[in-house]
């Protein structure tokens, strides 16, 4: 979801030389000491206050500009940012990433979420009706975002937005993007829809009860309960609406489902797995994927285009995933993020279990995976990002790599499967 502009910024006159070299002596200063607040950064301050003329242009008051920024300090503990003498770790390991299927989509608390979801759907029916008729929208899918994001608004966001917003757009690695989000940050204050107590967000600039970053907010925020404010930390119709309309934004389509989980053929092609096959899904059933549970699907179900989803290989559940699954991965791009939001959903209305179980009782490490990645692009099978995550891109090349040297093709990342592929 979260993109890096190449657009550079620099203002005409700044003194670019100078800046750069305080910021250098500054974090340094700080890689030796391993204190992030030993004393003030004057290459910091000046970095920020560089950004007035953007703030201006955004119709940012001057005096929010300067309340909001005095005083304002880098927080040197952030995860992912580039500091001289930090080993560069990167991001933290995301659960949808590490975590087998099994332990990220868990039953308890699916169950939990489900039940309390069952009751919010009570307390906020009015609303859940209302946003469903303007967007076309489910109030379970929203609701389940909501869950899964901040456990219905239980979950405190730990950071203060706007410090976290400016040091990723000071030292973190994507600084374009977080020098924009930093500005649209502080516009949200101004205009008055959050004050800075309120704006909280995670390590990555993440706000709300239902998760935007400060530009997304910008594109979908929803005024939903009509008192002037876009308001996603106190006002739940405006959290949930803003969620609809940000699917929306990205080509929800009333009326279809997330998913079906079907039963594959025995003579399944995993390498199939990727959103670049797709197929009416009666075309599917025809090639032996049946609907779990006897379900019959219609004739404009069948009309239409899905694609196969099989996060385990051949192993565990197998989905038919439409448009609508592929827009709420643009929420959160991770097949199990999706899986859990369209499973709490549905568990609001059905109390059923997916039919099929999960089987993986671990996942390779990310290094593990980045290796595979690795072979598999040096053999012209692999075209994408080397990230260590065993996607769809990375399990379908995995069982073309299988295919080609005789053994078992079941498109899932294994310790011993990465060793023949060393050995040879």
């Known amino acids: 979801m979260l993109t890096e502009s190449p657009t550079d910024r620099s203002k005409p006159g700044m003194n670019i ?8 002596a500054a974090l340094a200063a700080v890689a030796m000491t391993g204190t992030a607040h030993a004393a003030p950064d004057p290459a910091f301050t000046q970095f920020i206050q560089s950004l007035w003329p953007e703030a201006q242009k955004a119709g940012i008051s001057r005096a929010t500009f300067e309340r909001e920024t005095r005083g304002l300090e880098p927080d040197y503990k952030l995860p992912d940012l580039i500091l001289p003498g930090r080993p560069e770790t990167g991001a933290p390991s995301q659960p949808e990433f590490v975590q087998v299927p099994a332990d990220y989509i868990k039953e308890s608390s699916i169950a939990r979420l489900a039940s309390e979801g069952q009751t919010l759907m009570q307390k906020y029916r009015t609303t859940l009706d209302a946003i469903e008729k303007r967007f076309g929208v489910p109030g379970t899918i929203i609701l389940a975002i909501w869950g899964r994001e901040t456990d219905y608004g239980r979950y405190a966001l730990p950071y203060d937005a706007i410090r976290v917003l400016a040091t990723q757009a000071y030292v973190g690695r994507r600084k374009d993007q977080y020098r924009d989000e930093f500005i649209a940050g502080l516009k949200l204050i101004d205009d008055g829809d959050v004050t800075r107590k309120d704006f909280t967000s995670s390590w990555g600039g993440a706000t709300g009860l239902t998760q935007f970053l ?10 939903f309960d009509s008192n002037g404010h876009v308001d996603i930390w106190k006002s ?14 990205k080509g929800w389509q009333p009326g279809l489902r997330w998913a079906y989980e079907v039963k594959a ?3 399944v092609d ?4 990727v959103p670049e096959v797709t197929r009416p899904i009666g075309e599917w059933l025809r090639a032996g994927f049946v609907p779990v549970r006897g379900l019959k699907l219609s004739a404009d179900e069948q009309k239409q285009s899905a694609s196969l989803l099989q996060p385990e290989g051949i192993y565990g559940p197998s989905f ?5 699954y ?3 991965k643009e929420y959160n791009f991770s097949d199990l993020y999706v899986l859990f939001v369209g499973y709490l959903s549905d568990k609001m209305t059905n109390p059923q279990s997916f039919e099929t179980p999960w089987s993986a009782e671990t996942q390779m490490k990310s290094k593990d995976v980045v290796a595979m990645q690795k072979k598999l692009t040096s ?4 075209s994408s990002k080397l990230d260590g995550k065993a996607g769809m891109q990375t399990r379908s090349a995995l069982g073309a790599y299988q295919k080609s040297a005789g053994i078992k093709v079941d498109c899932w990342p294994s310790k011993s499967v990465l060793k023949a592929m060393n050995a040879k």
Request: aromatic share 4%; net charge positive; glycine share 8%.
């Open 17 to 24: 030389r100078r800046i750069k070299l305080g910021l250098c």
């Open 214 to 223: 400060p530009s997304e907010l910008a594109k979908h925020g929803v005024d």
């Open 236 to 249: 739940v119709p405006d959290a949930l609406a803003s969620a609809a309309q940000q699917l929306v934004n």
């Open 265 to 267: 053929p025995a003579n």
């Open 270 to 273: 995993c390498t199939q797995g």
């Open 320 to 324: 038919l995933t439409t448009k609508n």
């Open 326 to 328: 592929f827009v709420i």
């Open 379 to 382: 053999l012209g099978l692999y």
